[in-house]
């Protein structure tokens, strides 16, 4: 442990600070929808927008990050993501629905950095051997965002600049952002890779990269995770809303859900090594399944909680073994254009799924949101099964 790369640990440390906005939004997001919108089936734009402005800024963080560097990217996003969150609390304030709604596209922005940060411990790594760790570790941190996210809304009461409790939320997370940006600036180690095209040989065209079963596996299992926890998790707020639980009990249940999502990131290194990435999506895929099953037993508090632990455990089986394939399908020097395209991927049905999770809820109700999430998941455990007996990969051995 040791060896392992110092802006992967400081990368963990920072993320309560900057993921917090993720875990706020969709804690709040719907819920301040639903205020300030009278048409019900719209309550979970501002989600949706947060989602979509992470998809928009995917492919532009990755040209500024080439040209700039991670670093100073990171550090510049986080600062101005503080900016924005001052602004949708005088939105929320003014009650602007519209305006809240542009903040949460404009505070997505800064989430597609965020989502970065694991490249970027990918990329300090000495050894290819490293990535299932610092990948782990990078996420580890969202366990304190899991937490801090919804807290906010309690934390916004000791910074009172505005009447609505939900508005000086976002003035709490305009602070921790801020903070993030400053750990930045002190600690981060610039991140310089030399691209050797002697070694790396010529960039493929995207055309070509794209013809490879593993990225199309790498790319679905995030996707995958993304769309499911996306949908399900932005109307359990509201579902449970509607069921008559009081706002605490849905914080518990998404805090828990949030959790749930980075937790298991302490043994998914270990779990790579000795079941092997295929089994590991094998396991993602039931967990996921388990979570219907369970969201389809009853509408108490209980059961909401049981299905969205049962989803975080879930996306992070899946998201880690997405992650993890990814960079077997790339060179050095095509590593910024593939992982766009994989992000950018990934956040485009993220962002389908939240849209579509409020009209699916107010429409047809929660069951139905259960059932049809079993489509995506059935898919990829097809698709790792027709990958893994093609590619006659059954473990990690962490060779390009």
Not at 127 to 145: E, M, R, Y
């Amino acid at each position: 442990m040791k060896s392992l790369p110092w802006n992967a640990w400081l990368l963990a440390l920072v993320q309560p600070f900057v993921l917090s906005v993720g875990a706020l939004n969709v804690f709040l997001g719907g819920l301040v929808g639903a205020k300030l919108h009278p048409n019900p089936e719209l309550s979970t734009l501002p989600v949706t927008a947060l989602i979509i402005g992470v998809s928009l800024n995917v492919f532009p963080a990755a040209k500024i990050q080439h040209t700039f560097g991670r670093k100073n990217a990171f550090i510049a996003a986080a600062f101005i993501s503080g900016c924005v969150a001052f602004a949708a609390g005088f939105a929320i304030e003014h009650e602007s629905f519209w305006g809240f709604t542009l903040c949460t596209f404009l505070l997505g922005t800064q989430l597609s950095y965020v989502g970065q940060y694991r490249f970027a411990a990918i990329e300090s790594c000495n050894n290819v051997s490293q990535h299932p760790t610092v990948i782990s570790i990078v996420l580890v941190g969202g366990i304190a965002a899991a937490i801090v996210g919804p807290e906010l809304l309690n934390i916004g009461q000791l910074i009172p600049l505005h009447i609505s409790e939900y508005a000086n939320a976002y003035n709490a997370l305009a602070i921790i952002e801020c903070i993030g940006a400053m750990i930045l600036f002190i600690a981060m180690k610039p991140i310089i890779i030399k691209e050797n095209s002697d070694t790396d040989g010529i960039a493929r065209p995207l055309s070509e990269i794209l013809k490879q079963p593993l990225l199309w596996l790498a790319i679905g299992s995030g996707l995958t995770a993304y769309a499911v926890m996306a949908f399900l998790m932005t109307a359990t707020p509201l579902a449970m809303q509607h069921h008559g639980h009081d706002i605490q009990s849905a914080k518990w249940v998404i805090q828990s859900h949030v959790m749930a999502m980075y937790l298991p990131s302490l043994i998914t290194p270990l779990l790579i090594k000795y079941l092997g990435i295929y089994r590991l999506i094998y396991v993602g895929c039931i967990a996921m399944i388990a979570c219907i099953i369970a969201g389809l037993l009853g509408q108490s508090v209980h059961s909401y909680w049981w299905a969205l632990v049962l989803l975080g455990i879930g996306w992070n089986f899946l998201f880690i073994s997405g992650t993890t394939l990814l960079p077997k399908t790339y060179q050095t020097n095509e590593r910024f254009k593939v992982q766009a395209v994989n992000d950018f991927s990934i956040t485009a049905f993220q962002a389908t799924g939240s849209l579509g999770a409020g009209m699916v809820l107010f429409t047809q109700g929660w069951s139905w949101m259960l059932l049809a999430s079993v489509f995506p998941v059935i898919t990829l455990l097809l698709l790792s099964v027709v990958v893994n007996k093609k590619c006659r990969i059954t473990a990690y051995s962490g060779d390009h």
